[in-house]
């Protein structure tokens, strides 16, 4: 069984349109991420979410934001795309020690 | 505020040879170390866990914190080791202060 999905694989768009990605964890883990993952392959933390209580990345511009309909799902929902958003985006949850990543969301923005 | 470095953008070994990827980090308090990689296109995975002091995969790592590294090593590189390798620092299990490193692209010659 997977225990952290994403969904779609892939997203191509087009600048300025608006955009969801969803995640799904299914560890019972109460802590869940969004991490972005440049072209450098530099990973950084967006969000973090537990128990309602919403983590955000300072550097976050707020055309992202997260939603999470229940403990097993965080969505990240991003307005007005920007060519500089294209990246891979990954989810993640925790439990304690270690997060387990979801498989990654591909975006590129045309 | 906690730092996570790794020197080496890439490490290139030959097949069989020792391998160590260096890791420091900045943190005033009593961190919590991993080591995560990732394959080619492939999620992140939890590799170790300071606390755990265990051996995956034939590496190890060992927190020192008098020299705050966190170094991982491997005696016998193998071909299928190459991957990037990100150290990561956890200040509590919330992640509102998880950091990852910038990565270190590991590439074992034949």
């Known amino acids: 069984d997977t225990a952290v999905s994403q969904t779609p694989k892939y997203l191509v768009t087009q600048m300025g349109n608006d955009k969801s990605i969803k995640c799904e964890q299914n560890?019972?883990?109460?802590?869940m991420y969004w991490y972005k993952q440049d072209s450098k392959k530099f990973l950084k933390i967006m969000f973090s979410y537990n128990n309602k209580e919403l983590i955000i990345n300072e550097t976050v511009p707020n055309r992202f934001s997260p939603k999470s309909p229940d403990k097993a799902h965080l969505n990240l929902h991003i307005n007005s795309l920007e060519l500089g958003d294209s990246a891979v985006y990954f989810c993640?949850?925790?439990?304690?020690?270690?997060?387990?990543f979801g498989p990654g969301t591909r975006l590129t923005v045309t | 505020a906690q730092r996570v470095t790794q020197p080496e953008k890439l490490l290139s070994v030959f097949k069989g040879a020792p391998v160590e990827l260096k890791c420091n980090y900045s943190y005033s308090g009593s961190p919590e170390l991993f080591w995560y990689v990732q394959y080619s296109r492939q999620r992140l995975q939890l590799l170790l866990r300071h606390i755990s002091r265990e051996s995956i995969k034939g590496f190890t790592a060992d927190l020192n914190k008098g020299e705050t590294s966190f170094h991982l090593k491997k005696p016998f590189a193998q071909e299928e080791d190459s991957a990037m390798y990100y150290c990561a620092l956890s200040e509590d299990n919330y992640g509102q202060n998880f950091v990852f490193g910038p990565g270190t692209r590991l590439s074992v010659l034949p």
């Open positions: 560890l019972g883990h109460d802590t």
């Open positions: 993640a949850s925790s439990q304690g020690q270690g997060q387990y």
